[in-house]
Nanobody
Framework: VQLQASGGGLVQTGGSLRLSCVAS????????MGWFRQAPGKEREFVAT????????NYADFVKGRFTISRDNAKNTMYLQMNSLKPEDTAIYYC???????????????WGQGTLVTVSS
């Protein structure tokens, strides 16, 4: 699986962005998909994950109520709608695929290149 993330940019505090992750290959619909982020000087951290059928999702506490993960298996695409953005959300956001239902970075087998989100105060 090859993943391509896009949609990052510069936004003011309180603004919104929608990230997309397009996957190549036939196995997209069979994979758990996740979003992670890495801020400068910090470790990569879990943001959200969604099951293959999109029936189940899971969020990090710091994004609950603000971010929404979704996927369209017909388009091999996953999304992250980010609302009420805060300066502390500034990071490179990565999409990833796993064969397991997990939030652990190391359990994700495939990664996109990342897209930069910058939230100005």
């Amino acid at each position: 699986v090859q993943l391509q993330a896009s949609g990052g940019g510069l936004v003011q505090t309180g603004g919104s962005l929608r990230l997309s992750c397009v996957a190549s290959g036939r196995t997209f619909s069979a994979n758990v998909m996740g979003w992670f982020r890495q801020a400068p000087g910090k470790e990569r951290e879990f943001v959200a994950t969604i099951s293959p059928s999109a029936s189940i999702n899971n969020y990090a506490d710091f994004v609950k109520g603000r971010f929404t993960i979704s996927r369209d298996n017909a388009k091999n695409t996953m999304y992250l709608q980010m609302n009420s953005l805060k300066p502390e959300d500034t990071a490179i956001y990565y999409c990833a695929a796993s064969s397991e239902w997990t939030t652990v970075v190391a359990r994700y087998d495939y990664w996109g290149q990342g897209t930069l989100v910058t939230v100005s105060s």
